[in-house]
């Protein structure tokens, strides 16, 4: 038991423990899968968001975890995936690397003394004496643990690892029939307005024509970095602006982008959330005169869907480098679509009412 009395007196084991509450079996396979995942991955000094760790499992190894790592929820670099295994997968920002440990099948077979005990404390009906008698049995499946080899008590393998971006700050809306404030990423468009997760469920519809209102869920697939941060920094038109930014997309969209280097100019739609969407009728810059919204371009609009043609300077993972942005700094991305002078230019069309100037 040698290994195991080096690992509880250590300091990193006692500041898992602090953290969880007590020693468990749970904290010891956590505690012994981070450090193993950190020695294979050579982590040194651990610096803010240098790591990032996926866990399967809600259980108490996800605690030691968090202690050594320093991954948690609030820095976006904890992800948890809720597949019911005991697995770690950590990746290592600084040179790419990542590796993933997992709790091997039989490696530490089921006590049925042990669950009928926890069953009986859970639900208050164990006695002193069968406490006593479960305490001895946890601390003896945690020792284990923490003297079994690591090999036996592992699986363990190198792996490709796609790195989230760094935490970042989403702007708040209020949802329409609650009034809490809520990320505009988690926010979804229904009859009552834009509403949260909590109050959206069961509110969707399929679509029909009909006198009764008709909505749908569309997920936004990113965002679009510009370097305005105020609506007034916004120019009327990107294209003639000519200013840069990024398209930024979420992982699981990557691969829609196969061909997408091969356009030179393509049209984003996105979600303009600070617009008036009850302006059914507007003035623009051309002149004094009030026009019905859908005769314009206003982004204050019922649904206000954008469109911004841009020209494709790059691409770099799920960064797309454009030309042409109009937009606030963090709108959401709808769509991505090719431009096509054969089939969108058409140089004919006008729009009467436009004054030239």
């Known amino acids: 038991m040698a290994a195991a009395k080096k690992i509880i007196s250590s300091p990193s084991f006692r500041r898992c423990t602090e953290f969880h509450g007590h020693q468990c079996p749970g904290l010891a396979i956590g505690y012994r899968a981070a ?17 990032v760790a996926v866990v399967e499992n809600d259980s108490c190894a996800v605690d030691a975890v968090q202690v050594l790592t320093c991954c948690t929820f609030g820095k976006g670099n904890l992800i948890f995936n809720d597949h019911g295994k005991q697995a770690l997968t950590l990746g290592d920002r600084g040179t790419g690397k990542a590796v993933r440990v997992v709790l091997r099948n039989g490696a530490l077979p089921s006590n049925l003394e042990h669950q009928a005990l ?8 164990a ?5 006593e008698r479960f305490q001895t049995l946890h601390r003896e499946r945690t020792w284990k643990v923490l003297e079994m080899d690591v090999d036996t008590l592992f699986r363990i393998e190198r792996c490709h690892f796609e790195f989230p971006e760094k935490a ?16 505009i990423t988690r926010l979804e468009e229904s009859p009552n307005g834009f509403l949260c997760p909590a109050c959206r469920k069961n509110i969707v519809k399929s679509p029909s024509c009909g006198s ?18 105020s609506l007034d920094e916004c120019p009327h038109q990107g294209r003639l602006a000519r200013v840069e930014g990024d398209v930024v997309l979420d992982d699981d969209v990557i691969p829609a982008l196969k061909d997408v280097e091969e356009c030179t100019h393509l049209i984003l739609l996105s979600f303009y959330h600070l617009a008036d969407r009850q302006k059914l009728q507007t003035r623009t810059p051309h002149g004094p005169e009030i026009h019905g919204t859908f005769a314009t371009r206003s982004p204050h609009r019922p649904n206000p869907i ?11 993972g799920n960064r ?30 006008i729009i009467g009412w436009e004054r030239t100037t």
């Not at 450090?35 to 790591?51: F, T, Y």
């Not at 926890?118 to 208050?124: A, L, Q, S, Y």
């Not at 970042?168 to 990320?183: D, V, W």
């Open 127 to 131: 006695s002193q004496m069968e406490r």
């Open 35 to 51: 450090r193993l995942a950190m020695d294979m991955l050579d982590v040194g000094q651990l610096e803010d968001e240098k790591l």
């Open 212 to 229: 009764e209102p008709r909505t749908f869920a569309i997920r936004s697939i990113g965002c679009i970095r510009t370097p305005f941060k």
């Open 168 to 183: 970042r700050i989403m702007l708040s809306e209020p949802c329409a029939l609650c009034g809490e404030p809520t990320m």
């Open 118 to 125: 926890f069953e009986k404390i859970r639900t208050g009906s």
């Open 320 to 349: 797309l480098r454009v030309r042409g942005v109009d937009c606030l700094n963090g709108t959401l991305l709808i769509d991505i679509k090719p431009y096509s002078a054969r089939l969108d230019a058409i140089p004919e069309a």
């Open 306 to 316: 954008a469109m911004h043609a841009v020209e494709l300077l790059g691409i770099d």
